[in-house]
């Protein structure tokens, strides 16, 4: 490995910069294939620190590519979409954005899962190891993704032909800021993150005026009976030593209180580490829809659409382990840690299957760390750390942002060839 105390010595130079940056993201975030201006900003940066850049991959994905002599090719990630979510965090770079969302309705936008801090770490590393070409060869492939958050954008870059018109890595590298303490970094070996699937489930009954329920085969009760059904299917068909989530997310009838609607909607959140797994709950969740309909008379069979179809992110073990003795190497042992498996999703995963190579994907920690510690010793991490997804989610810049472009660049270096 190239010597790393004289390539981060750089940083120093950069951080205000980033930091600007992330600001920027964070107060203009834009939904799944929406990120136009953030793809614009990603390429203009890409472009002034001398990449090959290509924009529109994959419909609003961006790559650059570096070429530096003879030598490995490595992929690295960030994604850049945000959610349909309520800013509620105060901060003075908040967002106020709103956006489309794929039913055409007027959505508030924020980036609730850090994103944008995933965006400005890797620009970061890029920044560093431009200026560093002496000491590395090989080629770096900087993806940035589009759609993650539906699940669909790394298979979108695929499929217009990311690996035919760049280049096939050696191995491909990503990380995800999470709500741990900041300044750390967490590994995990094999299955790391869930498969996810969302089921959209139309169940239809026969509106009625609200005085007359006996004309009615009122889907809201069907729903309402069929979400508590659900709450079974991990309880009582999935073995104790399986992780499994089933989550309702979303329940939408109805326009008024004395109108009984013709039709309810669920949206249904799947999550497992094993493909039986996968293939029971699934079952299980169409079994019990189709039979609460029977049940409560409904005249039409309920319809199921999929929303999201995200595969179980396994970490190879063999390029997990070379990733983390680095950071370890790097980091000191004492802010490296291994985590146990996480039921997110995420579809980073697809690039190293698409590629056929092994993919190393990595957490850091973006909480203060007097703020993580004092919750965690008191019980209430679950109470008083927001999640990524909340509208409370924003991870504190510093070390935040000098550890995920110094854990970036690491694991790059490591894997690139050494001058």
Not at 134 to 155: H, K, L, N, V
Request: glycine share 10%; proline share 5%; charged share 20%.
């Amino acid at each position: 490995m190239a010597d790393l105390g004289a390539v981060l010595g750089r940083l120093d130079d950069i951080r205000d910069d980033l930091t600007a940056l992330y600001k920027d993201l964070h107060a203009n975030p834009e939904l799944s294939f929406g990120e136009h201006r953030t793809a614009a900003e990603v390429a203009r940066r890409l472009r002034a620190l001398g990449l090959e850049v290509t924009t529109g991959v994959g419909r609003t994905g961006v790559v650059g590519v570096l070429r530096n002599g003879e030598g490995p090719t490595v992929l690295l990630r960030a994604d850049f979409d945000a959610l349909p979510v309520l800013e509620q965090t105060g901060l003075d770079y908040a967002s106020t954005q709103r956006g489309t969302d794929p039913d055409g309705n007027d959505v508030p936008v924020m980036h609730a899962c850090g994103h944008d801090m995933h965006v400005t770490c890797q620009l970061g590393a890029l920044d560093l190891l431009v200026t560093a070409r002496d000491r590395w060869s090989g080629t770096i492939m900087a993806i940035f993704q589009p759609a993650e958050e539906i699940g669909a954008g790394a298979q979108a870059m695929i499929d217009d032909g990311l690996f035919d018109r760049f280049a096939k890595p050696d191995v491909c590298l990503g990380q995800h800021v999470f709500p741990f303490q900041s300044g750390s970094v967490g590994t995990i070996s094999g299955p790391s993150m869930s498969a996810a699937d969302g089921l959209k489930i139309t169940m239809f009954g026969r509106g009625a005026h609200g005085s007359q329920p006996q004309n009615a085969i009122d889907p809201v009760v069907m729903a309402s009976a069929t979400v508590m059904r659900l709450q079974t299917v991990v309880s009582r068909e999935v073995a104790g030593d399986d992780t499994a989530v089933v989550t309702v997310g979303a329940i939408r009838a109805g326009t008024k209180d004395n109108i009984i609607p013709d039709q309810a909607e669920l949206r249904v959140n799947i999550r497992s580490f094993d493909e039986q797994v996968r293939e029971r709950m699934i079952g299980a969740v169409k079994r019990i829809v189709h039979a609460e309909a029977l049940a409560s008379g409904a005249e039409r069979e309920p319809e199921f659409e999929r929303l999201t179809d995200f595969p179980v992110l396994v970490n190879d073990p063999e390029a997990t382990d070379r990733t983390t003795a680095a950071l370890r190497k790097q980091l000191g042992d004492e802010h490296v840690y291994q985590l146990d498996p996480v039921t997110g999703s995420e579809d980073v995963g697809l690039f190293g299957t698409a590629a056929g190579v092994p993919t190393c994907y990595w957490f850091f920690g973006g909480v203060e760390q007097a703020e993580y510690l004092a919750a965690k010793q008191a019980g209430t991490l679950s109470r008083d750390i927001p999640s990524n997804h909340s509208p409370f989610f924003a991870p504190v810049i510093e070390p935040t942002l000098t550890t995920g472009v110094t854990a970036m660049t690491t694991a790059a270096l490591e894997w690139l060839a050494a001058r």
